[in-house]
């Protein structure tokens, strides 16, 4: 694992992963068995807009699929991979950081709608496969299952998407600003907002 982030997650005396007493929030994603790199790429993007900790993964086929040639898959323009740790484990439950609660999202009977969920502080966000599901072993190890309603499934990639800008919706956190947009965006955007209706 990599020390990234290491005042606000940290490593106890026995090797397991525990949240430093510094931490205001925390966030790790944890991927079963995921199957494509542009769906990995997404997500790590997607880790760095969001200030994700840390990514890990299961099973095979992501590594098998990215050998095959990065240059196609080369989703995460924005380098996040490069800070944040993406890490394959032989099990994502031993992972779950002390304190944190495990959050399976997926289209679960039972689950919980997310508009209608609260966010803990330290979270361990499970998804499932693009062509399955979570195990169930996971799903009994859970706090809370949640889904997005949504009318059919979206892709993994998306679902990580719109968990994590609810999170940032509804988070007392949550920066703004010019400030903000001006060191986010591309290279390329210059546009800006013309304040035309204080001239009528």
Request: aromatic share 6%.
């Amino acid at each position: 694992m990599s020390d990234i982030g290491a005042t606000e997650i940290g490593i106890d005396t026995l090797g397991s992963t525990s949240i430093g007493s510094n931490a205001v929030s925390s966030v790790i994603i944890g991927l079963v068995n995921p199957k494509t790199p542009v769906n990995v790429g997404g997500i790590m993007r997607a880790a760095g807009c969001y200030r994700v900790d840390s990514v890990c993964y299961t099973g095979r086929r992501y590594e098998l699929a990215a050998k095959s040639g990065d240059a196609q898959y080369d989703v995460d323009t924005k380098d996040a991979a490069k800070t944040i740790p993406l890490t394959g484990v032989e099990s994502l439950l031993d992972q779950v950081p002390v304190g944190a609660k495990i959050i399976c999202v997926d289209l679960v009977v039972g689950a919980t709608p997310l508009p209608h969920f609260v966010h803990p502080e330290h979270a361990f966000y499970i998804f499932g496969p693009e062509d399955g599901t979570i195990p169930q072993v996971l799903i009994d190890a859970a706090h809370e299952v949640v889904y997005v309603p949504t009318v059919g499934c979206m892709n993994l990639a998306a679902s990580v998407n719109v968990l994590l800008y609810d999170r940032l919706a509804k988070s007392a956190q949550m920066l703004a600003g010019d400030e903000l947009i001006k060191q986010s965006r591309d290279n390329n955007n210059r546009t800006k907002v013309k304040h035309w209706r204080n001239k009528e």
